[in-house]
């Protein structure tokens, strides 16, 4: 006797060695011995031999039309053996039985298993549906199929452009354009940017390393890096105009100005020192359109050749301190002794008188170490800033800080977008400028004494403010008025900066609802509150690892635009270099073991601007000239 039973999902076939009414010993064809179930027996059978029953019904069963099948058999449940009989008109033999019951399992479409060896046919509405999901299927693999083909010959399928941020930033597996970029990919060797650049779907790798970016942070979904429509700003309630001058000291490219200073000299020698701080907060409130876009916004983002601001352009314009204009500002005025010392300090809401915008390209050439140690010539705002300055070294020294600390240096990127290299639009320009020239420390010197004045007002009013606190050499946000160690105060509050972060707009609403004798908006535990500064914090700092990245994406442009084949840099640690003409740092594999600040010329084989990345060569070590670079920077001192 042998048998055809059920087993963990599939037919198996055996001859019986014994029965044991509720189970059977079954010897199958491979010689291996089983315990079967009664229950999973279905068939009963002498003859033919239980390989060949397998054999022939798998062949008879490919033969069986599966429509006819459906059409034929009954609408209620029913076993394989009954529909057996039906079918083939007679008694079935062991093998048509078997056959249609493998032809019955093999289409769970049509037939739906109700038990072992029971079925019931699949309603006419279901087996359409099923049917025509297989056939999309069928179809979906096809056109697959043919766009990885496309993609392998060079050819974007027509498919692709809508999707095409999808594709490179954030895929969907389910979707078939991302299968076959995938299979594509799989076949050539090559990654998803790579392969996509033969296609010519990226002819321009700035906008490919842009498109990220704007695709996580500035979706297409949530308008892009266009404002939604938002109602104007409140008129500022009316407020005394400050009897001032005041000028603010920027680069060339800077539109939010955000700060300006003045000095009224004093007849006993000393001076008054206005520090004057734009005022949105007085007409943007917390709950408003435009407090929402700042919110969302956090701050503006800053990269060579463009920027994404916080606030729409016109609202900026409204409120920056732009020479000629008198506009809302928070002004905290030192009181300052003849010797520099600091004898008060008063905060005001008031409107100040603007009366010009100095730009760093102008004013350094007349105004650095050599023209003060030497004798300043004749220019707008000598003495002012001469003044400032001498302050400001005292504020640094009353921080315990060195005016002797290296200073790392800045870097302007200058891209002109009229012009068409080989690389796409636009050509750069890099100019060095070291940090430390005295308008830095005049400029920062004062920023870090307003932010640590209003943190410490707000801390000493139990104001809640967003703080910058500096322990172990940690810099983080916190609402706690802790200590900034690295600047060398007691608490430091980013007040300075309204229009282009948004930690200084809500500090600043939280200033002036104090100056205002109001409730502030803020409690130091609300939600909002709390929130504000987790979103801020997490943004910033990708903000600013954009901004990185892309200084990186453009001095590989200049290296490229100058056809630099040899570059001269100064080892960091291991197999890292930064160039000494640009603020790259790259990994040279075959760099031998050097100490830091070593200098080495390098032989730049390629430049990959898709993965941003340049593999350089050492071709030999240089003398070393002029003091070691130094690579660590303080970025809290604005």
């Known amino acids: ?14 001859a019986v060695l ?6 059977l010993q079954v010897e199958l064809p491979s010689g291996k011995r089983s315990k079967v179930k009664s229950a999973n027996v279905l068939l009963r059978f002498d003859a033919p031999a239980a390989a060949e029953l397998i054999e022939h019904a798998e062949r008879d069963a490919g033969e069986i039309d599966i429509d006819f099948l459906w059409e034929a058999c009954p609408d209620a449940e029913f076993g394989f053996q009954e529909f057996a009989a039906d079918y083939a008109g007679h008694k079935p033999g062991p093998v048509e039985a078997a056959a249609l019951l493998l032809r019955l399992h093999s289409a769970p479409m049509y ?14 509405e279901i ?11 069928r179809q979906q693999a096809l056109a697959v199929e043919r766009m990885a083909g496309e993609l392998k010959a060079g050819t974007l399928p027509a498919e692709f452009p809508p999707v095409l941020a999808e594709l490179l930033y954030k895929p969907d597996r389910n979707r078939p354009e991302t299968k076959a970029l995938e299979a594509a990919c799989a076949e050539t060797g090559a990654s998803v940017p790579r392969l996509l650049h033969r296609c010519g779907a990226l002819a321009d790798t700035h906008e490919f ?4 970016f704007l695709y996580e942070y500035f979706p297409a979904a949530k308008g892009g890096t266009d404002f939604p429509p938002c109602a104007p700003p409140a008129e500022p309630p009316e407020l005394p105009t400050a009897e001032v001058a005041a000028f603010s000291i920027d680069d060339a490219h800077t539109t939010e100005i955000d700060d300006a200073f003045s000095v009224a000299p004093m007849s006993d020698g000393g001076m008054r020192v206005g520090i004057h701080i734009a005022a949105p907060g007085l007409g943007i409130a917390p709950d408003s359109d435009l ?3 700042a919110r969302d916004r956090l701050s503006t983002v800053y990269m060579p050749g463009r920027k994404i601001t916080m606030l729409p352009e016109a609202v900026v314009e409204q409120f920056t301190l732009g020479a000629g204009k008198t506009v809302p500002a928070v002004s905290l005025y030192l009181d300052v002794a003849a010797d520099l010392s600091l004898r008060g300090k008063e905060t005001r809401l008031e409107r100040v008188p ?5 730009r760093h390209h102008d004013i350094e050439p007349l105004f650095n170490e050599q023209t003060l140690a030497n004798g300043l010539a004749e220019f707008p705002f000598r003495d002012e800033l001469k003044r400032l300055w001498e302050l400001a070294t005292v504020l640094e020294a009353g921080r315990g800080q060195s005016t002797n600390t290296p200073q790392r240096k800045d870097y302007n990127f200058v891209v002109d977008w009229d012009a068409m290299t080989g690389d796409g639009p636009g050509r750069v320009e890099i100019d060095e400028r070291p940090r430390g020239s005295p308008l830095d420390t005049l400029v920062a010197e004062l920023m870090i004494v307003a932010n640590a004045t209003w943190g410490a007002l707000l801390r000493d009013a139990g104001v809640a403010a967003l703080y910058r606190a500096q322990t172990v050499g940690k810099v983080r946000m916190t609402t706690a008025a802790a200590a900034h160690e690295g600047l060398g105060v007691d608490c430091y509050a980013w007040s300075s900066s309204p229009l282009r972060r948004f930690v200084d707009l809500v500090n600043q609403w939280q200033l002036i609802a104090h100056l205002q004798d109001r409730k502030p908006p803020f409690t130091a535990r609300s939600a909002e509150f709390l929130a504000a500064l987790r979103d801020f914090e997490l943004t910033y700092a990708a903000y600013a690892d954009f901004q990185r990245g892309m200084e990186r994406y453009w001095c590989l442009r200049w290296l490229r635009q100058q056809q630099e084949s040899a570059v001269v840099a100064r080892h960091l640690r291991e197999s890292l270099v930064r160039l000494e003409r640009l603020p790259l740092v790259l990994r040279v594999p075959s760099l031998p073991a050097l100490e830091r600040g070593t200098r080495v010329r390098l032989a730049i084989e390629d430049i990959d601007l898709l993965d941003a990345e340049c593999r350089a060569r050492y071709v030999e070590t240089l003398a070393v000239e002029g003091a070691d670079a130094t690579f660590g920077e303080d970025e809290d001192a604005e």
């Open 1 to 14: 006797m042998n048998v055809l039973f059920e087993e963990d999902g599939a037919f198996k076939v055996g």
């Open 18 to 23: 014994a029965d044991n009414t509720t189970s």
């Open 111 to 124: 037939f739906h298993r109700k038990g072992r060896g029971r079925f019931r046919k699949a309603p006419p």
């Open 127 to 137: 087996l359409q549906a099923a049917l025509a999901g297989l056939e999309k299927k």
């Open 209 to 212: 390393h842009l498109g990220r």
């Open 291 to 293: 407090g929402r876009v």
């Open 354 to 358: 603007v009366v010009a915008n100095l």
